[in-house]
């Protein structure tokens, strides 16, 4: 008699998640708080927060459990991004990971979602320091595959020592799901031997800012997408750098992986580095200054949503700036709605006033030199709660106690938890209405779009004073490797002649 095939079932996935985002002009230090007030778990991000913070991890618990594979998860942290990570805390998040990992035993795949552009004090490659401990652990033959925010520091070490990186291709960032979705198909099929993997990277020398709603990097999106089509190719990315990070490997990179071509790998990305090179002028930020955004804005008719791109706590700033502000006060242009401004103080009073009171309040101006100076206004209190929340692209995350006060015609949110703003719920979740607005104001530098972009009749990118300068030519760099990159020389890879 026969006897029927015993199979065994395929070794676990083991996951990991740790992002935050560094701004080395940033005056706000990353510690442990930092990650706390976001999202700090350990072992159970999947099951305890699956539509939050742990929506990364569930989706990959999702995908592994489908496959028949167990899954074993370790820390999922993130935290606003600010200034270096204390290097303690960075220690503690990294050895967890790799405590986790050992304790695990065989496993048949790691899957990390990281940033790419994390720094701690005494390491600026995070990224790269933590897949290089775990392919320690692991050896040459288990798959580890990452997943990465365009705005990171893509990195040899990264991607030398991991199998698959993958970048999300949108800014806003609207395909965390889509890239996670790819990043495992890789690394199944690497782990089932239906696939080889290999990587290469093109350094495009450019230092830039490229939202992806609009012309022409829309088309370098759709660029991206036609060449995973041609024969070979598995994965293109675009690192589109993250300008703020002070990092020897700050810039503009393409990376292509092909199965197990490394000559067609070098190829595409070399050929999809020059197509965005040929475009570096036309991809410079263009932005208007204060006072001409809101000439503009009194001109124009239907809503106008304005950013002020420079005080975003997605990249670092502190979030409690208030020139736009006090510009729009000065104008006297309304009705109008402005947030998040980052000030626990100002929240603070205003619930002990109380809803409905009238008091003397100092807004924003207090966390460093970035921030400028503080507002001193009378304000009305128009209502206070203890956990004021906002979505974004499935998520949902926390303002903390936050008030809704009234400068003139002019509704203002204050907030406990530095985030920016991603959508309408910032300002609808208390309570304020906007169809009746003829301005909103974000804190914000990208990622608004995503939600105002389909209600705005305008939209208005600010050049407002700030942490995340659009000044590339003049930011203050000591760490960076390459100084000949552009727009500080005008054709670092001397391509025009040719």
């Not at 676990?12 to 442990?32: K, S, Y």
């Not at 990186?165 to 395909?175: A, F, G, S």
């Not at 002990?352 to 009171?357: I, K, L, Q, S």
């Amino acid at each position: 008699m026969t006897q029927p095939l015993i199979t065994q079932p395929p070794l676990p996935a083991f996951l990991a998640t740790l992002v935050t985002e560094t701004n080395t002009f940033a005056p706000i230090p990353t510690g442990l708080a930092s990650f706390e007030e976001t999202h700090w778990t350990r072992r159970d991000a999947s099951l305890t927060d699956p539509q939050g913070m742990g929506s990364t991890a569930r989706l990959f618990r999702e995908l592994a459990e489908a496959d028949g594979r167990a899954v074993i998860e370790s820390i999922a942290a993130f935290a606003q991004p600010a200034g270096p990570t204390v290097a303690p805390v960075y220690a503690m998040l990294r050895g967890h990971i790799l405590e986790d990992l050992r304790a695990a035993g065989p496993v048949g795949m790691v899957l990390l979602g990281l940033h790419g552009a994390m720094i701690a004090e005494g390491c600026d490659d995070c990224e790269g320091d933590i897949i290089a401990a775990v392919r320690e652990i692991v050896g040459p033959d288990v798959p580890i595959g990452v997943e990465l925010d365009p705005h990171c520091h893509l990195t040899q070490r990264m991607v030398s020592a991991a199998d698959a990186v993958v970048i999300m291709k949108e800014y806003p960032h609207t395909d965390w799901d889509d890239r996670a979705r790819e990043l495992y198909a890789i690394c199944s099929a690497a782990a089932a031997g239906d696939a080889r993997p290999v990587s290469a990277m093109f350094d495009c020398r450019m230092v830039g800012f490229y939202p992806t709603t609009m012309e022409p990097m829309a088309g370098v999106v759709r660029a991206l997408k036609a060449a995973e089509r041609e024969a070979g190719v598995l994965s293109v990315s675009l690192a589109h750098g993250f300008p703020w990070g002070d990092h020897p490997d700050m810039g503009t990179r393409v990376l292509v992986i092909t199965d197990g071509d490394e000559a067609l790998a070098a190829r595409t990305a070399e050929r999809l580095g020059h197509t965005i090179y040929a475009l570096r002028d036309t991809l410079l930020p263009k932005l208007a200054s204060i006072p001409d955004a809101i000439a503009k804005a009194g001109r124009l008719e239907g809503l106008v949503v304005m950013a002020d791109t420079a005080d975003n706590t997605g990249g670092g700033a502190p979030g409690d700036t208030t020139h736009l502000l006090q510009g729009l006060l000065e104008a006297d242009i309304g009705p109008a709605v402005f947030g998040a401004i980052y000030d626990p103080g100002a929240v603070r009073v205003c619930m002990e006033a109380g809803e409905g009171a009238r008091v003397w309040l100092r807004v924003g101006g207090k966390l460093g030199m970035t921030s400028g100076d503080p507002l001193d206004v009378e304000v009305e209190v128009v209502k206070v709660v203890q956990d004021h929340q906002q979505s974004f692209s499935g998520s949902v995350s926390s303002f903390g106690p936050s008030a809704w006060v009234r400068i003139g015609r002019i509704d203002v949110v204050l907030v406990s938890v530095r985030s920016q703003v991603y959508g309408r719920d910032a300002f609808t979740g208390l309570g304020i209405t906007l169809e009746d607005k003829r301005i909103v104001a974000v804190k914000s530098s990208e990622h608004y779009r995503a939600d105002f972009g389909p209600i705005a009749d305008h939209v208005i990118p600010v050049a407002t004073p700030g942490a995340i300068q659009m000044d590339f030519v003049g930011l203050p760099y000591r760490n960076k490797r390459d100084l000949d990159f552009h727009p500080r020389v005008a054709d670092p890879l001397g391509l025009d002649a040719a």
